[in-house]
Protein backbone atom coordinates (compact mmCIF):
# COMPACT_ATOMS: atom_id res chain seq x y z
CA UNK A 1 0.00 0.00 0.00
CA UNK A 2 1.40 3.40 -1.39
CA UNK A 3 0.57 6.40 0.70
CA UNK A 4 0.66 10.16 0.12
CA UNK A 5 3.54 11.81 1.90
CA UNK A 6 1.25 13.87 3.84
CA UNK A 7 -0.32 10.86 6.04
CA UNK A 8 1.85 9.72 9.10
CA UNK A 9 2.92 6.16 8.88
CA UNK A 10 1.53 4.22 11.68
CA UNK A 11 3.41 3.85 14.50
CA UNK A 12 4.77 0.27 14.98
CA UNK A 13 3.69 -1.82 17.82
CA UNK A 14 0.28 0.37 18.53
CA UNK A 15 -1.50 -0.26 21.46
CA UNK A 16 1.29 -2.76 22.53
CA UNK A 17 3.76 0.06 23.58
CA UNK A 18 2.99 2.88 25.80
CA UNK A 19 3.85 6.41 23.55
CA UNK A 20 2.46 9.64 22.95
CA UNK A 21 1.19 10.77 18.91
CA UNK A 22 0.26 14.11 17.89
CA UNK A 23 -3.13 14.52 16.81
CA UNK A 24 -2.21 14.11 13.58
CA UNK A 25 -0.59 11.06 14.06
CA UNK A 26 -3.99 10.20 15.75
CA UNK A 27 -5.85 11.14 12.95
CA UNK A 28 -4.13 9.26 10.40
CA UNK A 29 -3.98 6.31 12.66
CA UNK A 30 -8.06 6.06 12.66
CA UNK A 31 -9.12 7.83 9.70
CA UNK A 32 -6.72 5.84 7.37
CA UNK A 33 -5.24 3.01 9.16
CA UNK A 34 -7.34 1.54 10.96
CA UNK A 35 -10.26 1.87 7.97
CA UNK A 36 -7.88 0.01 5.84
CA UNK A 37 -6.69 -3.06 8.00
CA UNK A 38 -10.07 -3.68 10.45
CA UNK A 39 -11.43 -3.98 6.74
CA UNK A 40 -9.05 -6.28 5.55
CA UNK A 41 -9.10 -8.04 8.57
CA UNK A 42 -13.43 -8.04 9.37
CA UNK A 43 -14.70 -6.73 6.07
CA UNK A 44 -15.96 -10.44 4.79
CA UNK A 45 -17.30 -11.29 8.39
CA UNK A 46 -20.39 -11.85 10.09
CA UNK A 47 -21.81 -11.06 13.19
CA UNK A 48 -20.40 -9.14 16.07
CA UNK A 49 -17.02 -8.70 13.93
CA UNK A 50 -19.31 -7.06 11.16
CA UNK A 51 -21.28 -5.15 13.49
CA UNK A 52 -18.19 -3.62 14.94
CA UNK A 53 -16.47 -2.76 11.00
CA UNK A 54 -19.81 -1.01 10.39
CA UNK A 55 -19.88 1.08 14.44
CA UNK A 56 -16.24 2.36 13.56
CA UNK A 57 -17.33 2.80 9.94
CA UNK A 58 -20.18 5.53 11.53
CA UNK A 59 -17.83 7.16 13.75
CA UNK A 60 -15.40 7.59 10.55
CA UNK A 61 -17.88 8.84 8.77
CA UNK A 62 -19.06 11.39 11.27
CA UNK A 63 -15.84 12.81 11.75
CA UNK A 64 -15.12 13.10 7.86
CA UNK A 65 -18.23 15.11 7.71
CA UNK A 66 -17.62 17.19 10.21
CA UNK A 67 -14.01 17.70 9.03
CA UNK A 68 -14.62 18.52 5.29
CA UNK A 69 -14.05 22.02 4.29
CA UNK A 70 -17.62 23.14 3.33
CA UNK A 71 -20.82 22.34 4.98
CA UNK A 72 -24.70 22.77 4.62
CA UNK A 73 -27.84 21.59 6.95
CA UNK A 74 -27.93 18.55 4.86
CA UNK A 75 -24.17 17.41 5.45
CA UNK A 76 -24.79 18.60 9.26
CA UNK A 77 -28.05 16.57 9.33
CA UNK A 78 -25.68 13.24 7.94
CA UNK A 79 -22.87 14.06 10.85
CA UNK A 80 -25.65 13.41 13.82
CA UNK A 81 -27.67 10.40 12.24
CA UNK A 82 -23.96 8.65 12.07
CA UNK A 83 -22.72 9.49 15.36
CA UNK A 84 -26.29 8.93 16.65
CA UNK A 85 -25.92 5.38 14.74
CA UNK A 86 -22.24 4.93 16.40
CA UNK A 87 -23.26 5.91 19.66
CA UNK A 88 -25.90 3.41 19.84
CA UNK A 89 -23.33 0.63 18.42
CA UNK A 90 -21.27 1.09 21.37
CA UNK A 91 -23.94 0.86 23.53
CA UNK A 92 -25.20 -2.35 22.08
CA UNK A 93 -22.22 -3.83 21.03
CA UNK A 94 -19.72 -2.92 24.19
CA UNK A 95 -22.11 -3.26 27.10
CA UNK A 96 -19.80 -2.78 30.02
CA UNK A 97 -18.98 1.19 28.04
CA UNK A 98 -20.64 4.25 29.43
CA UNK A 99 -21.21 7.19 27.35
CA UNK A 100 -19.48 10.54 29.03
CA UNK A 101 -19.94 13.99 28.65
CA UNK A 102 -18.05 14.50 25.24
CA UNK A 103 -20.63 11.99 23.55
CA UNK A 104 -23.29 13.90 24.56
CA UNK A 105 -21.70 17.49 23.41
CA UNK A 106 -20.80 15.64 19.92
CA UNK A 107 -25.30 15.38 19.52
CA UNK A 108 -25.22 18.85 19.51
CA UNK A 109 -22.60 19.51 17.09
CA UNK A 110 -24.85 19.85 14.19
CA UNK A 111 -25.79 23.41 15.67
CA UNK A 112 -22.36 24.15 15.54
CA UNK A 113 -22.26 23.20 11.77
CA UNK A 114 -25.12 24.90 10.73
CA UNK A 115 -24.36 28.06 12.91
CA UNK A 116 -20.34 28.20 12.56
CA UNK A 117 -19.81 26.61 9.45
CA UNK A 118 -17.06 24.22 8.49
CA UNK A 119 -14.57 23.60 11.57
CA UNK A 120 -11.35 24.37 9.86
CA UNK A 121 -12.29 28.07 10.41
CA UNK A 122 -13.17 27.87 14.24
CA UNK A 123 -11.52 25.08 15.76
CA UNK A 124 -9.67 25.51 18.90
CA UNK A 125 -6.40 27.37 17.46
CA UNK A 126 -8.86 30.43 16.62
CA UNK A 127 -9.66 30.51 20.40
CA UNK A 128 -6.20 29.88 21.73
CA UNK A 129 -5.01 32.84 19.62
CA UNK A 130 -7.55 35.08 21.09
CA UNK A 131 -7.30 34.19 24.28
CA UNK A 132 -3.47 34.79 23.68
CA UNK A 133 -4.34 38.00 22.35
CA UNK A 134 -6.53 39.07 25.36
CA UNK A 135 -4.51 38.03 27.86
CA UNK A 136 -1.71 40.79 26.54
CA UNK A 137 -4.59 43.18 26.18
CA UNK A 138 -3.82 45.98 29.43
CA UNK A 139 -6.64 46.37 31.14
CA UNK A 140 -5.50 49.21 33.31
Known sequence: ???PSFIFLAPGALGIKKRKLSADQWWSVGMIHLVITLIQIWGHSEGRQCEMLNNY???VTAIHIASLHSTSRGLASHYT???KCYLSGVLDLYKEAKLQSVHHACLHFEQLLV??????SWRAW???HFNYRLQRTKMN
Open 115 to 120: GLGPVH
Open 1 to 3: LVL
Open 126 to 128: AFE
Open 57 to 59: MHL
Open 81 to 83: DHF
